[in-house]
């Protein structure tokens, strides 16, 4: 059975059965999956889901900010209170997101590398 990696992260699953969840908290790493029970506490992600939340960010919000002030032409107050929510509601989202991605992709190429067998070919 093939599971995209999208899907996975999007849905913060298992990357072996796609079907376990793969967080037991916010941002907590089960220690084994609950369905196919497998062993998820070497799966590390380090700092690169703040690092490429904050990237995207960097990308979003600048121009949606700079398109709000030229449509609209807001008081200086409008942008203090709309870009930092925005801006912190959007990394809340996509943390999980992004480190269950790069934890089915440390897993897809893990296995992939071990020459076992790879469910996402």
């Given at each position: 059975?093939?599971?995209?990696?999208?899907?996975l992260?999007?849905r913060?699953?298992?990357?072996?059965?796609?079907?376990?969840?793969?967080?037991?908290?916010f941002?907590?790493?089960?220690?084994?999956?609950?369905?196919?029970?497998?062993?998820?506490?070497?799966?590390?992600?380090?700092?690169?889901?703040?690092?490429?939340?904050?990237f995207?960010?960097?990308?979003?919000?600048?121009?949606?900010?700079?398109?709000?002030?030229f449509?609209?032409?807001p008081?200086?107050?409008?942008?203090?209170?709309?870009?930092?929510?925005?801006?912190?509601?959007?990394?809340?989202?996509?943390?999980?997101?992004?480190?269950?991605?790069?934890?089915?992709?440390?897993?897809?190429r893990?296995?992939?590398?071990?020459g076992?067998?790879n469910?996402?070919?």
């Open positions: 059975m093939t599971h995209s990696v999208w899907r992260a999007l913060r699953l298992c990357p072996s059965c796609g079907q376990g969840k793969l967080f037991a908290g941002l907590t790493v089960r220690a084994r999956c609950p369905v196919c029970d497998l062993d998820l506490s070497a799966q590390d992600s380090g700092d690169g889901g703040p690092t490429f939340g904050v995207i960010l960097c990308f979003l919000i600048p121009p949606l900010a700079l398109w709000f002030e449509h609209f032409d008081p200086w107050w409008a942008h203090v209170l709309i870009w930092p929510p925005m801006s912190m509601l959007l990394l809340w989202w996509l943390l999980p997101v992004i480190k269950s991605w790069l934890i089915a992709e440390q897993y897809r893990t296995v992939w590398q071990a076992g067998k469910d996402y070919r």
